[in-house]
C-alpha cells in the first residue's frame, strides 16, 4: 500500500514540469551548489572553525594566509575565514529575514490594492511609485542615517525599500486573478472577500512572488552590507561582511586578504542567489498551467 | 419562478455608454429549461450574469420566488445556494491550486453553518462525485490531471452541492468536441429531471438548444426579438434575426434544401 | 493528384516520453477539389496541416513519410524552400484571424506587402490590388477597410483578410485549420460560402481541417475522419455522412444532438480519447467501440477499401455499420 503511493508521488514528482525544466538548466544549478554550500558553512561556523569570531589577538595581527588562518587574520588578529563564516549567518539571515518582512507586507497590501480597487488603491500605488521612483540604495542611506547607524535600521531601512516592488507585484497579480472565473465563481459562492483573497488570490501569486524574492535576498545582502560598507549598518566589531569591508579596504594593497575575502563571499552568495532565481524564474514564467 | 422586468445594462466608459443588455422582459417557469441563443454581443452572458450577482443591472428588476434580487446594485441572497452556475471554461472556472475536494465543497462557504454541514457531509460527497460519473479518488487531486470533460463534471458537481433549484449554464458545452458535449448534456438533462432543477440554458449552438430546451429566447444586440416553444421557432421563426440565425445552421444530413436533420 | 501525403509518421520527444502523434496518415488530394479533415481534438487533424506547411515544433520527429506536393516530396527540401513554398503555393488561414495580422499595421499596408512580394507589383498597381483583393473576399467600403487597424474590426471581418492574404499569391492549394471555429454562427457561413466560391470561382484547391461534421457536410466533397492520430476512414463525404463505414464515425453521427428525437437521451461515447503516449494495441477505438471484437483489441486495422474510393481502418465485413 504504501510502496505504491510512494511510487505514485514520485511520478507525479518526476512528471511536473516545473521539475523536468529545471533540471536542464545548468547555470541555476551552479547557483544552488553554490548557495547550498555557503548555508551549510554559516551553519556549522563552530564546528567548522576553532577560533572566535570576536576575540582579540593582538599577536596574530594581518597574518596572511597560511594552515593556522585560511584567510589570514585583520588587524586585530582575528581569524577572517571564522569571521565570515559568521557573517555569512548574518548576511544571509538577516536578509531572508528582511524579504521576507517586505515581501508579507507588499503582498499583503498589494492584493487588496488590486483586487479592491477604487481611490485606495490610486492612493497605494500613488505611494509605492513614489518610492519605488529613488534609486534603492540612496534611499536605504537616507533613511539608515535618519534611524540611526546600526544593524536593525539598515534592515528596516532596506525593507521599506523593498516593500513597494511587492506591493506592485502583487497588485499587478490580483488585477489579473480578479478577473478569473474561478474567483467570479466563488463571488456567487456569496464568499466574503478577505476570504477569497486568502483562498484564491495569495496561492495563485505565489509563484511570482517566490522568484521575485529569491531575486531579491541577493540584491538585500548587498544592500546590508553596502550599508555597513559606509557604517551606517552593522558596526564593527560585527562580523558582517560590509563591516569588514568598510575596516579593511584600506589595506587592499598591503593586507589583501582583509577586504577580498569578504568580497568574494558578497559576490558569490548575491551571484549564486541571482542564478538560482534566474532559474526559477525561466521555469515558471511562462507557465505551462497556471 | 424568476420574473426579469425592464432589465437594462449599459455600460459607461467615460463619454461612451453602449448598451450590452434592455429592456428585457422575460419570464422563467419552475421546472422549464429555458433556452437563451444568440451570437457575440447578443446580451446573453450579461444576462445570465446579471442573474448569478455578478453583473448589477443599470435599471430594471429581477425577482425570484417573488423577492428581488438586487437591491441599490447589491446582490441579495435569500436563500444562499438556491441559485448556482455552470461556465464555458472548465479551465479557467477551477482554481488551479485547489483540490478538487475543496473545490466542489466551496460554495458551501456562502451557507449558514448548520446547513454546511449537513450538506457538505463525506457521504453526500461521496454520493455527488459518483453521480457525476467521477470516482471517489479523484477527490484529492488537483484540475490538472483531469481532462477538460471531467472538469465540467466537477464543475457541474460544484454547482449541486448546495442543492440548487435554479441554474444558469452560460455555454456549458461549447468547448468541447461533440463525444464530450453528448455526455454532458446527457448528465444535464438526467440531473435537470432527477432533482426538479430549472434551467436557463444560454448557447450559440441552434441544435444543442433545441435538443435541450422547451421554450427559447433569442437575443439579438440586447433585446430579445422572439420568444417561444422550441417547435414554434425552430419550424416557424418570425424575426428576421432568427431565420438568419437558423438557416446558417449547417446540419449533416440535408444541405440542399436547408431543412431539419433527420434521425439516422 | 496536387498533394499526396503516403504513410506519414511523425512523433513528439517529450518530458513523460515519445508520443506518437501520427500514424500512417495516407490521403490525396486532387487539384480543385476541397478535401475535409475531420476529427475531434487530438486526433491529429492540426499536426497532420503543420507537417504539410513545415510549422511543425522543434521537438516533432517525422520518422516515416512522404509528402508529395505537385510532383515533389516537400519533407526533403530544405528549409528556405519550405518557406518559399508557404504563401506562394500554399496559403494558410488558421482558427483565430489576431495570430496572422500584424496588430500595429493598417490593414491595406499589411495586404499591399503580401501582394507586392507575391506578384511583383509596382506601388501604384499594388493600391489597386489592395482594394480589389478586399472587394474579392466581400468586404464593402474597401478603401474604408484598409485604413483600420485590425484591432478595429470584427472577429469576421480580420478572418476575411487572412484569407485576402493568404490567397494574394494566389496559391494553389489553400489549407484552413478550424477556419470559423472562433467566429459566430451566422459569419461562419458567410466565410465557408466565401471559401467555396474561392475554391469554385479561382480552382484554389483547399485542405479543410474542422472537428464539425456540418462544415464538412456543406463545402467537402470528399473526407478523411481521423481518430487518434489515426486516418480511420476515407471516402466521398455524402457517402462518409450516409453510411459511415467505421464505428467511430458512426458514434460522432449518432451523438450529434440533432440526431435523436428531442426528449431521448444522446448516444454519447463511453470514455474518452486514448493517450497517445501509451498506445493500446491493435485498434486505438477498440475499447469504446460497441462492435468490438476480439481481434480488434490485438492486432492493428489498417486502412483498406471496402468500396469504391471508400477506405475503412476496421475488422468489420461489409461497408456500413449499423447498430
Known amino acids: ?30 547557483g544552488i551548489v553554490i548557495l547550498s554550500l555557503i548555508v ?45 563564516l559568521y557573517g555569512a549567518r548574518f548576511s544571509l539571515g538577516f536578509g531572508i529575514l528582511v524579504i521576507a518582512v517586505a515581501s508579507f507586507i507588499g503582498v499583503a497590501i498589494g492584493t487588496v490594492s488590486g483586487y ?112 555597513g560598507f559606509l557604517g551606517l549598518g552593522a558596526q564593527p566589531p560585527a562580523p558582517e561582511w560590509g563591516a569588514m569591508i568598510s575596516v579593511g579596504w584600506q589595506y587592499l594593497l598591503t593586507y589583501w586578504w582583509y577586504p577580498t575575502f569578504p568580497g568574494l563571499m558578497l559576490f558569490l552568495s548575491a551571484g549564486a542567489l541571482n542564478l538560482i532565481g534566474d532559474g526559477i524564474r525561466d521555469v515558471l514564467d511562462p507557465k505551462s498551467a497556471r | 419562478m424568476i420574473e426579469i422586468k425592464q432589465i437594462e445594462k449599459i455600460y459607461v466608459n467615460g463619454k461612451q455608454s453602449t448598451k450590452a443588455v434592455g429592456p428585457v422582459n422575460l419570464s422563467i417557469r419552475e421546472g422549464e429549461i429555458l433556452g437563451l441563443v444568440g451570437e457575440s454581443g447578443s446580451g446573453k452572458s450579461t444576462l445570465g450574469k446579471m442573474l448569478i450577482g455578478l ?22 441572497r435569500y436563500r444562499p445556494g438556491e441559485i448556482q452556475s455552470v461556465f464555458q471554461d472548465p479551465q479557467s472556472s477551477l482554481d488551479p491550486r485547489m483540490r478538487i475536494k475543496d473545490i466542489i465543497l466551496e460554495p458551501l462557504l456562502g451557507l449558514p453553518r448548520a446547513e454546511r454541514k449537513e450538506k457538505g457531509n463525506s457521504e453526500r460527497l461521496k454520493q455527488l462525485i459518483h453521480r457525476v460519473g467521477l470516482q471517489e479518488e479523484h477527490l484529492s487531486r488537483l484540475p490538472h490531471e483531469f481532462s477538460g470533460g471531467q472538469r465540467q463534471r466537477i464543475a457541474i458537481a460544484r454547482a449541486l452541492v448546495t442543492e440548487p433549484a435554479f441554474l444558469v449554464l452560460d455555454e456549458p ?25 430549472t434551467y436557463l440554458f444560454i448557447s450559440h449552438n441552434m441544435s444543442v438548444i433545441r435538443y435541450m430546451c422547451e421554450r427559447v429566447a433569442v437575443m439579438y444586440k440586447g433585446d430579445i426579438v422572439e420568444i417561444g416553444t422550441t417547435h414554434d421557432i425552430f419550424e416557424n421563426p418570425q424575426h428576421p434575426y432568427s431565420k438568419k440565425l437558423l438557416s446558417s445552421v449547417l446540419s449533416v444530413t440535408d444541405q440542399e434544401n436547408g431543412s431539419h436533420a433527420e434521425a439516422l | 493528384m496536387l498533394l499526396e501525403v503516403k504513410n506519414l509518421y511523425v512523433d513528439f520527444e517529450g518530458m513523460r516520453g515519445r508520443t506518437e502523434a501520427l500514424k500512417n496518415i495516407r490521403f490525396t488530394l486532387e487539384e480543385g477539389e476541397i478535401l475535409g479533415i475531420v476529427g475531434e481534438s487530438g486526433s491529429g487533424k492540426s499536426i497532420t496541416a503543420l507537417s504539410i506547411l513545415g510549422l511543425l515544433e522543434e521537438n516533432a520527429i517525422i520518422s516515416n513519410g ?13 528549409k528556405k524552400e519550405r518557406q518559399k513554398l508557404r504563401g506562394k503555393e500554399i496559403g494558410m488561414v488558421f482558427q483565430e484571424p489576431m495570430t496572422a495580422l500584424h496588430p500595429t499595421m493598417k490593414i491595406g499596408k499589411q495586404l499591399q506587402n503580401c501582394l507586392q512580394r507575391h506578384r511583383n507589383l509596382p506601388a501604384k498597381e499594388a493600391k489597386e490590388a489592395v482594394l480589389q483583393a478586399l472587394r474579392d473576399v466581400h468586404i464593402d467600403q474597401p478603401e474604408q477597410v484598409a485604413n483600420k487597424y485590425p484591432f478595429e474590426l470584427s472577429g469576421g471581418m480580420r478572418q476575411r483578410i487572412v484569407i485576402a492574404l493568404a490567397m494574394s499569391a494566389p496559391p494553389r492549394l489553400l489549407i484552413a485549420d478550424e477556419p470559423t471555429t472562433a467566429l459566430d454562427v451566422t459569419i461562419q457561413y458567410e466565410i465557408l460560402n466565401l471559401i467555396q466560391e474561392l475554391n469554385q470561382k479561382r480552382g484554389t484547391s483547399v485542405l479543410l481541417i474542422t472537428h464539425d ?33 467505421h464505428p467511430y464515425t458512426r458514434s460522432l453521427l449518432d451523438a450529434l444532438p440533432d440526431s435523436v428525437p428531442p426528449g431521448e437521451p444522446l448516444k454519447a461515447i463511453a470514455g474518452e480519447t486514448p493517450s497517445l503516449l501509451r498506445r493500446p494495441s491493435g485498434c486505438a477505438f477498440a475499447f469504446r467501440c460497441r462492435h468490438a471484437m476480439d481481434i480488434c483489441k490485438k492486432r492493428h486495422p489498417e486502412l483498406t477499401e471496402k468500396a469504391p474510393n471508400h477506405h475503412t481502418a476496421c475488422w468489420l465485413e461489409g461497408t456500413a455499420v449499423y447498430d
Request: aromatic content about 8%; charged content about 20%; glycine content about 4%.
Open chain 1, 1 to 30: 500500500m504504501a510502496t505504491v503511493a510512494y511510487r505514485k508521488k514520485t511520478q507525479i514528482f518526476k512528471e511536473n514540469p516545473i521539475w523536468y525544466k529545471l533540471k536542464q538548466n545548468k547555470l541555476t544549478w551552479v
Open chain 1, 40 to 84: 551549510l558553512l554559516s551553519l556549522f561556523a563552530p564546528l567548522l572553525t576553532p577560533y572566535s569570531p570576536t576575540k582579540i589577538n593582538i599577536a596574530e595581527k594581518f597574518q596572511s594566509p597560511s594552515f593556522h588562518h585560511w584567510f589570514g587574520t585583520d588587524e586585530v588578529g582575528r581569524d577572517i575565514f571564522t569571521r565570515i
Open chain 1, 116 to 227: 479592491l480597487g477604487g481611490i485606495f488603491d490610486q492612493i497605494i500605488m500613488r505611494i509605492a511609485d513614489m518610492v519605488l521612483a529613488f534609486p534603492n540604495l540612496i534611499l536605504a542611506m537616507a533613511l539608515a542615517a535618519i534611524l540611526g547607524p546600526n544593524l536593525q535600521n539598515a534592515m528596516l531601512a532596506v525593507a521599506i525599500v523593498k516593500i513597494p516592488v511587492y506591493i506592485r507585484l502583487a497588485r499587478s497579480e490580483a488585477l489579473v486573478i480578479k478577473e478569473k472565473l474561478f474567483v467570479k465563481s466563488a463571488e456567487t459562492f456569496g464568499i466574503s472577500k478577505p476570504r477569497i483573497i486568502l483562498r484564491h488570490f495569495i496561492p495563485n501569486a505565489f509563484s511570482p512572488v517566490m522568484i521575485q524574492a529569491t531575486l531579491d535576498v541577493g540584491d538585500a545582502i548587498l544592500l546590508i552590507s553596502t550599508l
Open chain 2, 55 to 76: 453583473e448589477p443591472p443599470t435599471s430594471g428588476t429581477i425577482t425570484y420566488k417573488g423577492n428581488p434580487l438586487w437591491i441599490k446594485k447589491k446582490f441579495k
Open chain 2, 173 to 197: 458545452t461549447s468547448a468541447f468536441d461533440v463525444s464530450i458535449q453528448a455526455q454532458i448534456l446527457n448528465l444535464l438533462k438526467e440531473l435537470q429531471t432527477e432533482k426538479q432543477l
Open chain 3, 66 to 78: 512522404e509528402i508529395i506536393y505537385n510532383g515533389q516530396n516537400l519533407l526533403h527540401l530544405q
Open chain 3, 213 to 245: 461534421l456540418g462544415v464538412v457536410a456543406k463545402l467537402c466533397s470528399r473526407t478523411i475522419v481521423m481518430y487518434a492520430g489515426e486516418v480511420v476512414e476515407s471516402g466521398a463525404t455524402k457517402e462518409i455522412l450516409h453510411h459511415p463505414a
